[in-house]
């Protein structure tokens, strides 16, 4: 007696395989795109961290020891080298600089600095362009 023994075999046809990777494919980019928007607002968190208070310090502990804040023309790089008007009372540098700069903001571009500021009339007025690095636009990141 012959005897034979049929099996099935079942395996993925490529439209299969096709779809499947399609489907991850998908996903990945999701998940990726759900990531960028957590990276942007992580960086105008910071950037936020910086103007209102990171740099804040290094600003007061300035007037302190000059009697006024930096001026617009002496700008933020004053907290690093002594102005001209200095005449003895700079005591700094008063912020760490990062290769003798005042630290960018998270789209690298420097913070904004002004005094006195047109927003914060009896203060300074700091602050970052943004994502979009444009001045005076909406996603400007300041001390107000």
């Known amino acids: 007696m012959n005897m034979t023994v049929k099996t099935s075999v079942r395996a993925f046809t490529l439209i299969e395989i096709l779809i499947v990777v399609t489907i991850i494919g998908l996903l990945a ?7 960028g928007g957590a990276q942007d607002a992580a960086q105008i968190k910071i950037a936020g961290i910086a103007v209102r208070s990171s740099m804040k310090l290094p ?7 000059m009697g006024s804040y930096p001026s617009t023309a002496e700008g933020l790089n004053s907290l690093l080298v002594v102005p001209g008007n200095a005449a003895g009372s700079w005591r700094g540098p008063y912020m760490d600089d990062e290769g003798g700069k005042v630290q960018l903001d998270p789209w690298h571009e420097p913070f ?7 927003k914060n009339k009896m203060k300074y007025d700091l602050f970052s ?11 400007d990141i300041g001390n107000w």
């Open 29 to 35: 980019g999701v998940l990726f795109k759900g990531l």
């Open 59 to 65: 600003l007061e502990r300035y007037k302190m020891d």
């Open 112 to 118: 904004q600095y002004r005094f006195p500021g047109s």
């Open 129 to 139: 362009k943004g994502p979009d690095k444009t001045e005076g636009t909406e996603d």
